[in-house]
Nanobody, 114 residues
Framework: VQLQASGGGLVRVGGSLRLSCATT????????MAWYRRASGKQREPVAV???????NYADSVKGRFTISRDNAKKTVYLQMNNLKPEDTAVYYC?????????WGKGTLVTVSS
């Protein structure tokens, strides 16, 4: 399966972006879809996870600001990011999680300027 993330860019503090991750197969066949990010000099960290059943979980640092969602018909997962902060600057990756295995797509860069 191919994953293609898009929607990154440069935004000011307090601004919003919506990331998209399109897949080539039905996303509800997988255990979960997730967004991760890697800031410069840091390890990749989970941002949000959406299970097949529709349960969403978020990193504490993004709770109340980010929302993960999906469009099954479009085979696409989204990450709506509001009230962005400089510490949100990172390369964002989407992932398929299935049978405890991860599949990764290419990342998209989000830069939040102060």
């Amino acid at each position: 399966v191919q994953l293609q993330a898009s929607g990154g860019g440069l935004v000011r503090v307090g601004g919003s972006l919506r990331l998209s991750c399109a897949t080539t197969r039905s996303i509800i066949r997988y255990d979960a879809m997730a967004w991760y990010r890697r800031a410069s000099g840091k390890q990749r960290e989970p941002v949000a996870v959406l299970t097949r059943g529709g349960d969403a979980n978020y990193a504490d640092s993004v709770k109340g600001r980010f929302t993960i969602s999906r469009d099954n018909a479009k085979k696409t997962v989204y990450l709506q990011m509001n009230n962005l902060k400089p510490e949100d600057t990172a390369v964002y990756y989407c992932s398929i999680i299935d049978d405890a295995r991860f599949q990764w797509g290419k990342g998209t860069l989000v830069t939040v300027s102060s």
